[in-house]
């Protein structure tokens, strides 16, 4: 009997060094991010919608749990010409900018190419393209707030947000807010479109590149692990 | 949207409703219909049409990605005292305007209490109004003067027109003429007014002779002159007057409607089963959802679905095959309105002592615009006040401009709190917006529309989109459709 408890004893100690010694563990540099939705080289009819799911893991926490929330999961979908190319399949890292934009508030709004509360930056982009100081102006209104420009509705201040930050943001969508080529996704799922800037040929598809944008551990970094790239190729 | 920017209108004559014959579900199997109807969402507008379809004989189950259902409908107790409540998604009802709310009312047992100055509404002659222009309070009296008009910058036409209307009237001095070519509810087209589908309402009362702090009172840039005119026009053939009409709000607050409908549907109602796919073809459509908690997806099948999620949710879910061009225009184009109210809890009503017969006032301030009073909602001599502020500000950067511009001593403001619908992954809009200049066409009547077996109700799926009103109407019109089908 005696021996018994000794032995469970021993089986708790042990359970519980392994314990601290995870616990001790050094903490993965960065994410794991997973596209568990759709499937690597699936095939998708152009002009279709696709469901996709993403998982995060990160510092211990999990989306699967809300311990990270969807907002911090962003998704995008590039046109690739060629999906066989291994180009094609190679990660890029996400803009400081495009991170900002979803830890502030400014997805509760706009959404990148359809309306939301307030417009997409696909039409922003588009309605500023070109004109002179168009930066500096969107810019002012990320960081003071607007009202009138779009309609009757305003748009807060982001004192969240450094004068750096809002240029930055500004200066992407100007850029890139109505790129053709790359549609943006927030939230942990959700649906994707097989929209080509042009007459696809049949090796074309998408390539889906999904990005954890959540607050890192110092030191850390966004570089994930996890099967955060996969191609959907165009039928 | 705020009442001075852009009032409101409702549609008229549509969707009758099965209310009064048949209060709770009896439905028997000799008289149930063989169809079967998912809804998506439980808002006030899926609520209403799965409770619409019951009443039909329909088998409807709906599924609610959230765990709470009710929507934008929300009524908030925590941080009050005292039992008091606010509402931080929709806030009133109006008579007239709401006349098929009113019959949910009536047939649920359920109270409507008056709350004169909801968001601001005007309040009867000398009920204290309070409205700050070029940063100086004015007062009901002041406005009226003949003297201020002018001083303000008022023209002479509008000057005598304001002798004998309220401001809020102004509308008509402009619009009269346009109004009377309307001649049914939905039909915007087709009356001789067509060319203002392409500029703005701002722009058509510069037009019309309007000075510019008529404009200013009466906004309307981006806002589509073509809509902006119908929505007038129904409004006066509904009667409702453009003061809004008298406002009220539910007695135990607005979310006894959402919670009267799902009483009545008991486990039809499906909470925190989010629907992820929406297959349709010509037979009927199959939904994949999955249930709270879970990850392996279940799948559904029915004749119809009846999409109630805002439309900036709804794309979320893929559907195959994919919507029609004109569809999916209006599933990506509609613009909403999304507002954040702020509640105060003051220990008095503090403006007594300033002299104040209520505190009814508006700002020019960047981030409060307005304050008025709730009705009491609990036994209390506590009192609530409701503000608006921009989306995203904290409640005390509000609270902290409201002292900073209230003309009395001292306020006993003792908490300030808000709800944060941008954060709100499954219902953070309101409203829709008034439709931008140039598209009215691409809108209407296509927004009314179903595609194939998918068919769409909500607050724009409506002749004018008009609060809770128009998702009821809405709501009805869908299902007596699918009813009849």
């Known amino acids: 009997m005696q021996f018994k408890v000794l032995a469970s004893s021993a089986v708790v100690l042990a359970s519980s060094l392994t314990a601290a010694l995870l616990r001790a563990a050094p903490p993965a540099p960065g994410p794991q991010v997973d596209i568990t939705s759709p499937a690597d080289h699936s095939r998708l009819a152009w002009q279709a919608q696709g469901s996709y799911a993403v998982t995060v893991a990160y510092d211990g926490k999990s989306t699967r749990f809300d311990e990270i929330p969807s907002s911090d999961v962003l998704l995008a979908a590039t046109f690739v010409?060629?999906?066989?190319a291994p180009a094609a399949r190679r990660g890029t890292p996400l803009a400081q900018a495009l991170i900002d934009v979803t830890q502030s508030n400014c997805m509760g709004c706009h959404d990148f190419?359809?309306?939301?509360?307030?417009?997409?930056?696909?039409?922003?982009?588009?309605?500023?393209?070109?004109?002179?100081?168009?930066?500096?102006?969107?810019?002012?209104?990320?960081?003071?707030?607007?009202?009138?420009?779009?309609?009757?509705?305003?748009?807060?201040?982001?004192?969240?947000?450094?004068?750096?930050?809002?240029?930055?943001?500004?200066?992407?969508?100007?850029?890139?807010?109505?790129?053709?080529?790359?549609?943006?996704?927030?939230?942990?799922?959700?649906?994707?479109r097989m929209i080509a800037p042009s007459k696809p040929g049949p090796r074309a598809g998408l390539v889906l590149n999904a990005y954890y944008t959540g607050p890192l551990k110092g030191g850390g970094t966004r570089e994930a692990a996890g099967r955060n790239v996969v191609v959907v190729t165009g039928s | 949207m705020e009442r001075r920017t852009f009032l409101k209108t409702v549609a008229a004559g549509l969707g009758a409703s099965m209310i009064g014959t048949e209060a709770i579900a009896q439905t028997s199997p000799g008289s149930r219909s063989a169809k079967k109807v998912i809804v998506a969402g439980a808002g006030i507008t899926g609520l209403c049409c799965a409770y619409e379809l019951m009443q039909h004989g329909i088998d409807v189950t709906v599924l609610e990605a959230s765990g709470r259902y009710g929507g934008h409908v929300y009524t908030g107790r925590d941080g009050l005292s005292d039992g008091l409540f606010a509402d931080y998604g929709a806030d009133h009802l109006t008579r007239p305007g709401y006349e098929q709310f009113f019959r949910y009312v009536d047939a649920f047992g359920l109270k409507a209490v008056p709350y004169p100055n909801a968001e601001g509404s005007p309040l009867p002659a000398n009920g204290g109004q309070m409205t700050m222009i070029g940063g100086k309070f004015y007062n009901e009296k002041m406005l009226a003067d003949p003297a201020t008009q002018r001083a303000l910058g008022f023209n002479d036409r509008e000057i005598a027109f304001l002798a004998r209307h309220p401001w809020y009237e102004l509308p008509d001095l402009f619009l009269a003429d346009h109004l009377v070519r309307f001649r049914d509810a939905h039909q915007p087209f087709g009356n001789g007014l067509d060319d203002l589908d392409a500029i703005d309402l701002d722009t058509l009362y510069a037009r019309q002779g309007a000075s510019q702090r008529a404009r200013d009172y009466l906004g309307g840039q981006h806002v589509n002159a073509l809509y902006g005119v119908w929505r007038f026009a129904v409004m006066r053939d509904r009667g409702i007057p453009l003061s809004e009409g008298e406002?009220?709000?539910?007695?135990?607050?607005?979310?006894?409607?959402?919670?009267?409908f799902a009483a009545r549907l008991g486990a039809r109602v499906k909470l925190a089963h989010p629907i992820t796919a929406i297959e349709h073809d010509a037979t009927g459509v199959t939904v994949s959802y999955t249930a709270y908690g879970r990850e392996e997806p279940q799948t559904m099948r029915a004749d119809y679905l009846v999409n109630c999620i805002s439309l900036p949710v709804f794309r979320r879910i893929p559907v195959t095959p994919a919507l029609s061009p004109a569809k999916q225009y209006i599933v990506d184009n509609l613009t909403y309105s999304s507002h954040p109210f702020f509640v105060f809890e003051a220990e008095t009503k503090f403006w007594l002592d300033d002299g104040f017969p209520t505190l009814a006032m508006s700002f020019e301030h960047p981030d409060i615009s307005q304050i008025w009073v709730v009705p009491e909602t609990a036994r209390s001599s506590r009192v609530v006040l409701k503000a608006f502020g921009p989306a995203g500000a904290s409640p005390q950067r509000v609270l902290a401009a409201f002292r900073e511009l209230y003309p009395g001593k001292r306020d006993t403001i003792v908490q300030a709190l808000t709800w944060d619908w941008s954060k709100d992954p499954f219902a953070p809009t309101c409203e829709m917006e008034p439709f931008a200049p140039g598209t009215l066409k691409q809108f209407w009547p296509e927004i009314m529309k179903p595609d194939g077996r998918l068919y769409f109700a909500g607050t724009y799926a409506d002749a004018l989109s008009r609060g809770m009103e128009s998702c009821v109407r809405s709501a009805a019109r869908v299902a007596q459709e699918i009813a009849d089908a």
């Not at chain 1, 010409?81 to 066989?84: C, E, F, K, R, S």
Request: glycine share 14%; proline share 7%; hydrophobic share 40%.
């Open chain 1, 81 to 84: 010409p060629d999906t066989a």
């Open chain 1, 113 to 192: 190419n359809a309306s939301a509360g307030g417009p997409s930056f696909a039409a922003i982009g588009t309605r500023y393209a070109g004109q002179a100081g168009a930066g500096a102006t969107l810019a002012a209104h990320i960081r003071n707030g607007s009202r009138g420009a779009w309609g009757s509705d305003s748009m807060p201040p982001h004192p969240d947000l450094s004068a750096a930050s809002a240029a930055a943001i500004a200066t992407w969508i100007l850029a890139h807010g109505a790129d053709p080529a790359v549609r943006y996704y927030a939230g942990k799922s959700g649906s994707f």
């Open chain 2, 247 to 260: 406002t009220f709000h539910l007695e135990g607050g607005n979310e006894e409607m959402p919670k009267a």
